[in-house]
């Protein structure tokens, strides 16, 4: 079995390839002739198939010792099985760029309102992968330096100037938040402005003059800052994180057995 | 590779127990009540809002793979989609995810039939944006721009990109509503939106706004298993605190012993 799943060269490559294709080719055909009911029915087969994969794996009791310690019988495939989904992922990405070009090419093609952007959207989609691609098969110096360009001097800084449009939008985000107009709003505040001035050493100073022992220690910034950090902080957020993951567990089961109902399938099964 | 460890193993196991249990229970038609949900009753309200308007909805489903919480992103929109479908109402949903466009595009194509407005349903409204987060969200900013939505759907897996989105939807005029797993986004969708689901409010969702059984069972089945581990938290503070060594002992946890060992201590035990 591991064998099947060693990476190949050369002409054993290309078998697996296309052997790979025409049984995809066919399971695709497979599928379409099968009735609608029977299909769902298999996805629900096949998903609880996966799941049942992984949840054996993680339940399943591991070695001690030995060249299996910290592993059981199906920790080898776990692997080429994670795989499946990033092979599904390759196929996802075709039609993502499916539906991008199909849109912008729609609205270049139709001179719709703003068209111009798509033009600058499919243009950069172009520069950017033509040299990607190309660097790959010829690597001349120019194929590099032109890559790089677009990558390190135009991506990259695109990149980093969206990120820092953050940090206005905190100031304007936090104006809003800070307003006081509820009890709420006002803890919020009170809150936000101990952690601040604790976090830094400008607001350590204004407190700097309490002795840093005993009882009297509580009422320094940097303490105070401290203990909503992690004594009211840290549980609320362990707290809800606790409810999220049971949520995600029921989610995960619902999925796993098919119980869901609506958007990914049309009636209870 | 991590593993279960046995009380991993048989908490996981009763909860997965109660939740399937309650699920069941619900599906036999058993009456439930369910808390109200400021957030969630506020969806017809913007929808309403949106229609009243004659501007879009946007919704997206942030920057997840194809796992469980985009997935319930996806169920919450669907739902959107469905009360939208019946004004005949457009949603814009920009995707990130390539692998997120044929299930996004079937779940709102089922949940614009389900309104009884399947031809309303454009493919275009769903456009991939790039799986770049930064390109995401200048994407979805020029969207929210230049269609001015009168309301706006942020469910998912967030980071940073979630201040842009939210302060852009913000600037024009859109009703908010968010919910995310991503604890640390939750402030700022706080601060930013009008409507924010808190925790497992996110997976509340979709049991509140369908009514189903079967996510009704689920969620009563939630609460069930959060109570019990509030009462094995209850239980492992007041074990510790009176210095046992019990539960650090089942758990393995040396944390817990120093912690048992310093009460101890402290009340004169051994």
């Given at each position: 079995m591991g064998g099947f799943f060693v990476p190949k060269q050369g002409a054993e490559l290309w078998a697996y390839i296309i052997g790979a294709f025409v049984v995809g080719l066919g399971i695709l055909y497979a599928l379409s002739l099968t009735p609608k009911s029977l299909r769902k029915t298999l996805i629900a087969g096949i998903t609880f198939l996966g799941g049942l994969f992984f949840a054996l794996e993680f339940f399943w009791p591991v070695d001690t010792?030995?060249?299996?310690a910290g592993k059981n019988f199906l920790t080898a495939y776990i692997k080429p099985v994670s795989s499946v989904t990033t092979i599904l992922g390759a196929f996802a990405l075709g039609l993502g760029l499916y539906s991008m070009v199909s849109i912008h090419g729609r609205a270049v093609a139709k001179r719709r309102e703003n068209w111009g952007f798509s033009a600058v959207l499919l243009g950069a989609i172009l520069a950017m992968a033509i040299p990607a691609i190309w660097k790959e098969y010829d690597k001349s110096p120019q194929i590099a330096g032109f890559y790089r360009i677009m990558?390190?001097?135009?991506f990259n800084p695109l990149n980093a100037t969206m990120f820092s449009i953050v940090a206005f939008y905190i100031v304007s985000a936090a104006y809003r938040a800070f307003r006081i107009r509820t009890v709420e709003a006002g803890i919020l505040l009170m809150s936000a402005v101990i952690i601040m001035i604790g976090q830094v050493t400008l607001g350590q100073?204004?407190?700097?003059?309490?002795?840093?022992?005993?009882?009297?220690?509580?009422?320094?910034v940097e303490n105070l800052s401290n203990w909503i950090l992690t004594r009211v902080n840290s549980p609320a957020q362990l707290a809800i994180s606790l409810g999220i993951g049971v949520g995600t567990l029921a989610t995960a089961l619902r999925l796993w057995l098919s119980l869901e109902r609506g958007a990914f399938f049309d009636e209870e099964l | 590779m991590k593993h279960a460890t046995w009380p991993a193993r048989i908490i996981l196991l009763v909860l997965s127990g109660i939740i399937l249990y309650a699920i069941l229970s619900a599906r036999r038609g058993k009456k439930l009540y369910l808390r109200r949900i400021p957030g969630l009753n506020a969806i017809e309200e913007a929808v309403g809002r949106a229609v009243e308007m004659g501007r879009p909805i946007l919704g997206s489903i942030g920057l997840g793979d194809v796992d469980v919480i985009t997935l319930q992103a996806l169920a919450i929109i669907s739902s959107v989609a469905t009360t939208a479908a019946r004004f005949a109402h457009r949603i814009v949903l920009p995707l990130r995810?390539?692998?997120?466009v044929p299930i996004a595009e079937e779940a709102l194509r089922a949940a614009y039939t389900a309104g009884g407005?399947?031809?309303?349903?454009?493919?275009?409204?769903?456009p991939f944006l790039s799986g770049e987060q930064f390109a995401y969200a200048a994407g979805v900013a020029g969207i929210i721009q230049r269609e001015r939505p009168a309301a706006t759907f942020l469910f998912g897996t967030f980071y940073a990109e979630a201040l842009i989105i939210a302060e852009n939807a913000n600037q024009v005029g859109a009703i908010q509503i968010a919910g995310t797993p991503s604890t640390t986004q939750v402030p700022f969708f706080i601060a930013a939106c009008d409507y924010v689901l808190i925790g497992d409010e996110y997976y509340a969702a979709t049991a509140y706004i369908t009514r189903q059984p079967t996510l009704l069972g689920s969620l009563i089945g939630q609460d069930i298993g959060k109570m019990l581990l509030l009462g094995m938290i209850i239980l492992g503070v007041v074990l510790v605190t009176f210095g046992s060594p019990f539960i650090a002992n089942i758990f393995g946890d040396k944390d817990l012993e120093t912690f048992a060992a310093y009460f101890r201590a402290a009340t004169g035990g051994k």
């Open positions: 010792a030995g060249p299996m990558y390190d001097g135009g100073l204004l407190t700097a003059w309490i002795p840093n022992e005993n009882f009297s220690s509580n009422f320094r | 995810n390539a692998a997120q407005r399947p031809d309303v349903f454009n493919e275009q409204d769903l």
